[in-house]
């Protein structure tokens, strides 16, 4: 039984190249179908390459945007859930615990902390539910905000000495919140298109691996030095 490490995309490109090297050494080695000439499976070759080179691109732009948007939620200093408490701390200075403008901010803060993000980086190890839910959380913590600071724009004479906890300044970093949510969705789409290009080459190979092999076995003999050469080779 082959490997994980031998069925990787990477191995099984390796095993693809070495078998038009072999078939290239085949005296009269001529396949009934165009597809499995060692011509055809060059140019097979040459699209896999390509695939595998997009896939790496769009997957190392899908991470830095889901870095980017989970230390904006999470770890910055002035990320969504840190600047939580003082955004409540100030309501509490100005209007009072027992205001009604700090049970609407409890209430929203409470709905927002509420929410578990994750950081979905390598969509290759998550199913579609997992990456679905992980969206859901963030989607509904950014409108959370949205409402918190609509609920601010509301406040008479709402106005903290730190700037970064100013209507307007929230609303800022709301645009930003919701830009990296669209970066972060438009980007996984494109991965996932990538990958399905990548897996459709590479069910091609392994269908006319078998073709090949069949040929082979039948023309040169299952015992041949033909057949042995690539009998083994994971496509």
Known sequence: MASTSERSFGARLRHAQDLTAYLSGFVNYN?????ETIVSLNTLISSMVAANSEETVIQ??????????????????????????????SVVAQYGKDSVQYKQIDTIIGKIRSKKLTKVVNAE??????????????????????DLVNTLSTFPNYNPTRSELQVTQLQAFLASLTDLNNNVAINYQKLKAAKTVRRELYLDLA???????AYVKANYGANSSEYGLIKNLVL
């Open 207 to 213: 269908a006319r691996g078998t073709r090949i092999k």
């Open 31 to 35: 396949p009934p179908r165009s597809e």
């Open 125 to 146: 190890n998550y199913t579609e539910a997992k990456v679905s839910q992980s969206e859901q959380s963030y989607g509904s913590s950014t409108q959370f905000f949205s």
């Open 60 to 89: 190392q732009t899908y991470n830095g945007f889901v870095t980017n948007r989970y230390d904006a939620f999470r770890t910055n200093d002035l990320s969504l859930f840190k600047i939580l408490s003082p955004i409540r701390n």
